[in-house]
């Protein structure tokens, strides 16, 4: 061992769907694929120092377990985020289930997924196990008494990371991987929850587990997880499991892989299968190819192809449409027979390629009207299941073609749509009849129950028993079990130490509020320093449990001396202070029944708040209302009784009409065009972001002087940019915080800056149109949508699509910031060429005395830099270096006469790898 239209609707489908929509659905700064990162070096982000005051690092995190953590939800061993393939071992009995769970960067094992009705202490996965009779699942969910039984690619049941960095601590440069490592999320990810790609995996006759590693650019291979270990025991497409550049950093070649792929639909599946001769085939969909890597003499494929399809060579990577080109390609499957299926996804098609094979030879269509195929499976009769992802349905065709079973639809229907409005027959609803996007492989059980996995809104993988029916008109066939369900479409868990999406904070003396989504949040302290890393909420608002989350969600929230006001789309709730669990809105205000100052009755317009400032004296409250490019202030009445009037509106003289569509113009620059955020300064100034999510508005941060907005006014006070006390251009900021020194704290978007939230010391004496930037937090967010400080000058922030909130013990102190840095260098020219590296001790042919500790040095060099050496005994990596002068400790064992062969490699920040020759030494008595 080695170290999106859909036939029909669901209320918690349309939970999710409303929750995805306002996730940004492109999700494309610094998500660059692993090749284009710098190597890690010995000064990262790892060495920051957690809990001082007068720094910008976050010194506690609330919804994660720890800072490296950036998946959404509670991650157990029950729950899934975006489950995209599976795959059974038939070898087993019972047949051991494998689970590639997405976004969570691991792989879940089930040695078994229930117990024999006749037989309660026999474990089973079909009815086979139980003498044909039947098989109990016990795989619900949290409901289920069935967990997965063992985790690949994390240390435990409760992480998620990314090579154990999933919110890119080491910025700028990549995680290392290992071989106890997966990684389907880039640490880059914005926006994690529309990310994730698939595995098409799979299982030789032996039990040995192959899969593609996404975003390491490898396939690994684990001999027997379930009673060995977890760490794999094979690597293909890189030189060992330290190494993740797309084709080693070295151009295309036949032991180089490169998974990623920027066709337009990118399929985002790794595929591989084991054929019947032991050779391994792999579905390169980075270089548009499919390579088989030969049986070799120890009986384990060769880290060489002998054999390339789709390309005419190994040199090549070019897409295309022809009988012998593939683009972007996500799955295989041979069959006994050596006939080779490909699915050719971005080209809607599967492939198939008969004996004999050669490099470039051209398929025949065996499916064209495939919609983006992400699966390919056999089952027990020998016919082939395609998982046709964008045609949201499953089909078995038959050997030459002809669909024979249909599931998620009532019939075959290649028509795009998700769900066919059939009858579905099930207590667990329509998604056990009707899955949508689903990805990756399908597991077959020796029954032929089918078991494919979906994201989007089931959150699932479903388990359809054999036998499985012939299509019926009307009528869907339901699935027995779910895995992950309840509750459906779940992202991982709900519970008190979770966040899904924080959009909201407030702050009081006593209490910490957090509007996630569809729940409300509260944590009874007194200081930030009482909370810890992970610390639980006290309880939830207008909830009877932490996993009840409500329609539409909350949005940004806000605390008077009285009351917590919050956004809920086209509502303003009003709860007391303090708060406590269960507790239920005092009063709910309609946006559109609110008058403006000099009307008689209510203009019925406003709607969709997503920006609320209270005065802290409960007089009156700031609104923004992008969807009609307005900011309004809001008297409230005296004791809330009475009515709520508007009398002020920024960027009109009136609420014209609501507009949804999506990146709408503004021409009218003296208007404004998507207020996002509002807020006032410890001045009184009224401070208004004009931009919004999916990157809506001008970008504009806006300053009106407190002076401009009298209160008591008789007369509707209305105002536009033009006068506005100071303008800011192309800042793209979120909600602006101000300690008590006025001093501006802003997270700003994923779509046009670079994401580190700012630090503005002395924004009150700036003029201009830009903003000039003291210093920026160091610490990569996904969105740091809302921002609050407490009475202390402590600092609360929203990392929102990472569900968690940073803490930071008065980050600015009292010390005046350095000037910013200058501007970085422009990057180098690619480099292509590798390091030279030599071992420079022990020498060849010398000795090493046996139990001692003996120092191996290297000297290395690159016409960029080095920056990293790789030291191996006999091809086993001991230690890395990562400056000079390159040095490893070695403890020889204690066996004399033993010949040793010491090797080193050598990487540069492109990845590229020069390798040392062998250094032989024998330990002998000294």
């Known amino acids: 061992?080695?170290?999106?239209?859909?036939?029909?609707?669901?209320?918690?489908?349309?939970?999710?769907?409303?929750?995805?929509?306002?996730?940004?659905?492109?999700?494309?700064?610094?998500?660059?694929?692993?090749?284009?990162?710098?190597?890690?070096?010995?000064?990262?982000?790892?060495?920051?120092?957690?809990?001082?005051?007068?720094?910008?690092?976050?010194?506690?995190?609330?919804?994660?377990?720890?800072?490296?953590?950036?998946?959404?939800?509670?991650?157990?061993?029950?729950?899934?985020?975006?489950?995209?393939?599976?795959?059974?071992?038939?070898?087993?009995?019972?047949?051991?289930?494998?689970?590639?769970?997405?976004?969570?960067?691991?792989?879940?094992?089930?040695?078994?997924?229930?117990?024999?009705?006749?037989?309660?202490?026999?474990?089973?996965?079909?009815?086979?196990?139980?003498?044909?009779?039947?098989?109990?699942?016990?795989?619900a969910g949290i409901n289920g008494t069935k967990k997965a039984d063992i985790v690949i690619g994390q240390p435990s049941f409760n992480t998620s990371a990314c090579n154990g960095d999933g919110t890119f601590l080491s910025y700028p440069n990549f995680p290392i991987p290992s071989a106890s490592t997966l990684c389907s999320v880039l640490p880059s990810e914005p926006s994690a929850l529309e990310a994730g790609p698939g595995a098409s995996m799979a299982v030789d006759p032996t039990g040995r587990l192959y899969v593609a590693d996404f975003y390491n650019n490898r396939v690994l291979a684990y001999d027997d997880p379930f009673t060995q270990d977890k760490v794999a025991d094979d690597v293909w497409g890189q030189p060992?499991?330290?190494?993740?550049?797309?084709?080693?950093?070295?151009?295309?070649?036949?032991?180089?892989?490169?998974?990623?792929?920027?066709?337009?639909?990118k399929p985002e599946v790794g595929g591989v299968d084991i054929d019947s001769a032991g050779n391994l085939w792999v579905v390169d969909g980075g270089n548009n190819r499919a390579l088989r890597f030969p049986k070799g003499t120890d009986g384990k494929p060769t880290k060489t192809a002998d054999l390339v399809l789709g390309q005419p060579d190994f040199q090549f990577r070019n897409p295309g449409s022809s009988a012998s080109q593939f683009e972007a390609p996500s799955a295989l499957r041979v069959a006994p027979t050596g006939r080779v299926y490909v699915a050719d996804s971005q080209n809607g098609r599967i492939l198939a390629f008969d004996t004999p094979l050669t490099n470039g030879k051209s398929g025949t269509i065996f499916n064209s009207q495939a919609r983006k195929v992400t699966g390919l499976d056999f089952h027990i009769d020998g016919n082939l299941w395609a998982n046709e992802t964008n045609n949201n349905q499953l089909i078995l065709y038959s050997q030459s073609g002809t669909p024979l079973k249909v599931l998620f639809k009532d019939t075959y229907k290649p028509d795009g749509?998700?769900?066919?409005?059939?009858?579905?027959?099930?207590?667990?609803?329509?998604?056990s009849c009707n899955m949508c996007n689903s990805k990756g492989s399908v597991g077959v059980t020796r029954d032929g129950d089918v078991l494919p996995a979906a994201a989007s809104f089931s959150q699932t993988v479903n388990y359809y028993q054999s036998p499985i029916p012939d299509p019926t008109p009307g009528v869907a066939y339901p699935a027995v079990a779910q895995f992950f369900s309840p509750p459906l479409g779940s992202i991982n868990m709900l519970s008190a130490k979770s966040l899904l999406s924080p959009r909201g904070i407030a702050v009081t003396s006593n209490q910490f509020i957090v509007a996630d989504a569809g729940r409300l949040l509260f944590w009874n302290t007194s200081s930030p320093s009482a909370i810890v890393d992970a610390s639980p909420a006290a309880g939830a608002l207008n909830a009877s449990s932490f996993t009840q989350r409500t329609e539409p969600h909350y949005g940004r929230i806000a605390t008077s001396q009285n009351s917590l006001w919050v956004l809920k789309e086209n509502d303003l709730q009003r709860f007391s202070l303090p708060v406590s669990n269960g507790q239920t809105p005092a009063q709910v205000i309609k946006l559109d029944s609110l008058q403006i100052l000099g009307q008689s009755s209510s203009?019925?317009?406003?709607?969709?708040?997503?920006?609320?400032?209270?005065?802290?004296?409960?007089?009156?409250?700031?609104?923004?209302?992008?969807?009609?490019?307005?900011?309004?202030?809001?008297?409230?009445?005296?004791?809330?009784?009475?009515?709520?009037?508007?009398?002020?509106?920024?960027?009109?003289?009136?609420?014209?009409?609501?507009?949804?569509?999506?990146?709408?113009?503004?021409?009218?620059?003296?208007?404004?065009?998507?207020?996002?955020?509002?807020?006032?300064?410890?001045?009184?100034?009224?401070?208004?972001?004009?931009?919004?999510?999916?990157n809506e508005g001008t970008g504009k941060l806006i300053r009106f002087d407190s002076s401009l907005f009298s209160l008591g006014n008789s007369q509707l006070i209305t105002k536009l940019v033009a006068n506005a006390t100071q303008v800011f251009a192309n800042v793209y900021g979120w909600e602006p915080a101000f300690d008590s020194a006025n001093r501006l704290y802003l997270g700003t978007a994923a779509f046009v800056t670079d994401r580190f939230p700012i630090f503005v010391d002395n924004i009150l004496s700036q003029s201009g149109s830009t903003l000039t930037i003291s210093r920026k937090f160091p610490e990569l967010y996904s969105q740091a949508f809302s921002m609050k400080i407490d009475q202390g000058d402590n600092l609360y922030a929203t990392d929102m699509n990472r569900g968690r909130v940073l803490i930071y013990k008065n980050p600015a102190g009292s010390v005046t910031p350095p000037p910013p840095p200058p501007p970085p260098p422009p990057p180098?020219?690619?480099?292509?060429?590798?390091?030279?590296?030599?071992?420079?001790?022990?020498?060849?042919?010398?000795?090493?005395?046996?139990?001692?500790?003996?120092?191996?040095?290297?000297?290395?060099?690159?016409?960029?830099?080095?920056?990293?050496?790789?030291?191996?005994?006999?091809?086993?990596?001991?230690?890395?270096?990562?400056?000079?002068?390159?040095?490893c400790n070695w403890s020889v064992p204690g066996k004399p006469n033993v010949t040793y062969s010491l090797g080193a490699k050598a990487y540069d920040a492109a990845g590229n790898v020069g390798v040392s020759s062998m250094v032989s030494v024998k330990s002998v008595n000294k």
């Open 828 to 887: 180098p020219p690619t480099d292509t060429q590798a390091p030279v590296v030599s071992i420079a001790s022990p020498t060849n042919g010398g000795s090493v005395k046996h139990g001692s500790t003996t120092t191996i040095a290297a000297t290395a060099s690159d016409d960029v830099g080095v920056s990293r050496v790789v030291f191996s005994v006999n091809n086993a990596i001991i230690c890395t270096d990562t400056s000079a002068p390159y040095s």
């Open 603 to 694: 203009t019925g317009q406003q709607s969709l708040a997503t920006g609320v400032f209270a005065d802290p004296s409960d007089r009156y409250l700031w609104l923004s209302l992008p969807y009609q490019s307005r900011a309004i202030r809001v008297r409230v009445p005296t004791n809330y009784t009475g009515t709520y009037v508007i009398d002020a509106i920024i960027g009109g003289s009136d609420i014209p009409p609501i507009d949804r569509t999506w990146h709408r113009s503004c021409p009218d620059l003296n208007t404004l065009c998507a207020p996002g955020a509002i807020t006032q300064d410890r001045n009184g100034n009224v401070w208004i972001s004009d931009y919004y999510l999916e």
């Open 240 to 265: 060992d499991f330290a190494s993740f550049a797309c084709n080693r950093g070295q151009g295309v070649s036949a032991s180089g892989l490169c998974f990623i792929n920027n066709a337009p639909t």
């Open 1 to 139: 061992m080695t170290n999106k239209s859909f036939g029909f609707t669901h209320p918690s489908l349309l939970v999710l769907l409303f929750f995805l929509l306002m996730i940004p659905l492109t999700a494309y700064l610094l998500t660059r694929p692993p090749g284009s990162y710098n190597i890690t070096s010995k000064a990262s982000i790892l060495d920051a120092v957690r809990g001082n005051s007068g720094d910008l690092w976050a010194d506690a995190v609330l919804g994660q377990p720890d800072f490296a953590q950036g998946i959404p939800g509670e991650v157990t061993s029950f729950t899934g985020a975006n489950p995209d393939g599976v795959i059974v071992d038939r070898s087993a009995l019972p047949n051991r289930v494998y689970v590639f769970d997405g976004i969570n960067s691991r792989i879940l094992g089930y040695k078994s997924l229930g117990i024999c009705t006749n037989d309660p202490s026999k474990a089973c996965t079909s009815k086979s196990d139980c003498g044909g009779q039947a098989c109990q699942l016990e795989v």
């Open 417 to 431: 749509q998700c769900g066919s409005g059939s009858v579905c027959n099930s207590p667990l609803g329509r998604d």
